[in-house]
């Protein structure tokens, strides 16, 4: 099976753009996250989306925001883009289960460098 | 909040002898942990899981033990190899209203096998 295919790999932007990251999950699983990575704050989680529904939400301000297809791709949009948001963008997507333990595979990541 | 702790020195180790890695949290109780690896520049690749009601599960090399009274988790590589040299990210999951698929990341230790 192929692995999550995250689309930019790379992307430049300047601030006060807005951006658009692209993840198709492993064929077969419904569930999508999202994930911010910065050497200071590590690996954060920004949402999550299941069913074309977000389900979960980290503590992220309303300029990220996300959206599930209904084959399962997601895709995440930050608006007015400031430096901070320089980061590696993750997705990781996981089958459900009714067990509630699902493990989740990434992604290669987004590296967005805002300038 | 949430908080996990990692060792937050590189861990340094002669090939061949076992890596130890600890997470402790605090200010949670999660239903299961996981442990990833992490290369340089590449998204977490997912090795092991654990849940609350169990006390160690084992992979191959790798050994993950979980005290819930202690609220820690030990992770060991055993016979290490220098290709076992990356960061290792201990995650938590579970136990947050609104669904399971949110992980709590810890920063990560990074492990280094020197021949």
């Known amino acids: 099976k192929a692995g999550v295919t995250q689309t930019p790999r790379y992307l430049i932007k300047t601030r006060g753009q807005q951006v658009t990251l692209s993840c198709s999950p492993i064929?077969?699983?419904?569930?999508v996250s999202w994930y911010q990575q910065t050497p200071g704050q590590g690996l954060q989680f920004l949402f999550e989306?299941?069913?074309?529904?977000?389900?979960n939400k980290g503590n992220f301000p309303g300029r990220f925001s996300g959206r599930q297809f209904s084959n399962s791709r997601s895709e995440m949009n930050v608006s007015t883009l400031e430096l901070g948001d320089s980061a590696l963008y993750l997705c990781?997507?996981?089958?459900?289960?009714?067990?509630?333990?699902?493990?989740?595979?990434f992604g290669p990541g987004t590296r967005l460098t805002v300038l | 909040s949430q908080k996990i702790e990692q060792n937050s020195e590189a861990l340094n180790i002669q090939e061949g002898k076992t890596a130890t890695l600890t997470c402790n949290y605090t200010n949670y109780s999660p239903a299961y942990l996981q442990w990833y690896r992490q290369d340089p520049g590449r998204g977490p690749v997912f090795l092991l899981l654990i849940r609350e009601n169990e006390k160690e599960k084992r992979k191959e090399r790798l050994k993950v033990t979980f005290d819930t009274t202690l609220k820690q988790s030990l992770f060991h590589i055993t016979a290490s190899q220098p290709a076992d040299s990356a960061t290792y990210l201990c995650?938590?999951?579970?136990?947050?209203?609104?669904?399971?698929?949110?992980?709590?990341f810890g920063a990560g230790t990074r492990l280094a096998v020197h021949p």
């Open positions: 995650a938590l999951g579970g136990g947050f209203s609104g669904g399971y698929n949110k992980l709590i």
């Open positions: 990781a997507s996981s089958l459900v289960s009714s067990g509630g333990t699902d493990t989740q595979y």
């Open positions: 989306y299941f069913s074309e529904t977000q389900r």
């Open positions: 064929s077969g699983h419904r569930s």
